[in-house]
Nanobody, 129 residues
């Protein structure tokens, strides 16, 4: 099984970037794809997810109205479209194939963990002049 992100890079403040997450090799498809990021010296934080059955989405307040998640079921790809990027968005971005559910719980991002959840390797996003 494989989860692979691509599309990171260097972008100026206010710019846009799209990251792709491709899943392959799963006998049973994940129920959702979660998006996480980890800035230097910080813990990894989840900020968005999409359920693959109904394409319902969740966004943390810090990215709401700037980030959008969508999917292309024909090629097992989920996209994270980021706009209005800020220097504080600089991080390694990861996607997670989730076999439980995800969304908001008590005001924070949460997901139900299973042994089958699979991480991608991450892709660097740097927002700098």
């Amino acid at each position: 099984v494989q989860v692979a992100e691509s599309g990171g890079g260097l972008v100026q403040p206010g710019g846009s970037l799209r990251i792709s997450c491709v899943t392959s090799g799963f006998t049973e498809q994940p129920r959702a794809i979660g998006w996480f990021r980890q800035a230097p010296g910080e813990e990894r934080e989840g900020f968005s997810c999409i359920h693959l059955d109904d394409e319902s989405t969740y966004y943390r307040d810090s990215v709401k109205d700037r980030f959008a998640v969508s999917r292309d079921a024909t090629n097992n790809t989920v996209y994270l479209q980021m706009s209005g990027l800020k220097p504080e968005d600089t991080a390694v971005y990861y996607c997670l194939a989730i076999f439980g559910t995800c969304g908001e719980y008590e005001g924070a991002f949460a997901y139900t963990m299973t042994p089958y959840d699979t991480w991608g390797q991450g892709t660097q996003v740097t927002v700098s002049p």
